[in-house]
């Protein structure tokens, strides 16, 4: 078969998928109008050792011995965790990204921000997550070599929660910090503890 006749068959085939996409489940023909997502009902954790902290229109439950860091031009927050003058871990909440319907497209744009500054990045997949008063949410776990200063490049990790919220409102919650020092747990409990407040 010639390349030219399997494009052909492909196209065709292509098309013929998305007209029998297009009715509606009944098979009426009609389309039903799609429903605007509802928030997600219920109240965030605050695990013990952890403090209630409110960004915006967010409020995460931080690590109560984590510090105010120096908040970066799109941030509404900025938490550190250290150890004498080198920060091992941060959570952030970033208001500069995309703002769409879509948290998955959200994620995409937060996370090209980690590819930009950090060496060997590497992304796993978006798992929908449920964010009390959040319309859709995304979460997306990934490692990175962290470049310091001055000395060797060291394992870093980093979570990222991307939340679509009120009217196309949408918001990212990163996690990052060394493999030393920031555990799966910790990530989970500050995840656990993501809440919509207005």
């Given at each position: ?97 995309p703002q769409v319907t879509d948290a998955s497209l959200v994620s995409l744009g ?89």
């Amino acid at each position: 078969m010639s390349i030219m006749r399997t494009a052909c068959t492909a196209v065709t085939l292509l098309s013929v998928l998305m007209v029998a996409g297009c009715g509606s489940e009944s098979g009426s023909g009609k389309t039903e109008p799609s429903k605007a997502p509802q928030p997600h009902a219920g109240t965030a954790t605050t695990p013990p050792g952890y403090s209630r902290v409110a960004a915006g229109s967010v409020s995460v439950a931080a690590p109560s011995a984590w510090t105010p860091g120096t908040v970066p031009a799109g941030w509404s927050l900025a938490l550190e965790q250290h150890q004498g003058q080198n920060v091992l871990a941060r959570l952030g909440v970033i208001t500069d990204v995309p703002q769409v319907t879509d948290a998955s497209l959200v994620s995409l744009g937060a996370f090209a921000g980690i590819q930009a500054y950090a060496a060997q990045a590497r992304r796993g997949p978006a798992q929908k997550l449920a964010v009390p008063g959040a319309k859709s949410a995304v979460r997306v776990d990934y490692t990175y070599q962290n470049v310091p200063a001055s000395g060797p490049k060291q394992p870093a990790r980093g979570t990222d929660v991307s939340i679509v919220y009120g009217n196309a409102k949408a918001v990212t919650v990163r996690i990052t910090g060394l493999q030393t020092s920031l555990t799966p747990d910790v990530i989970s409990n500050i995840v656990q503890g993501i809440e919509v407040t207005s």
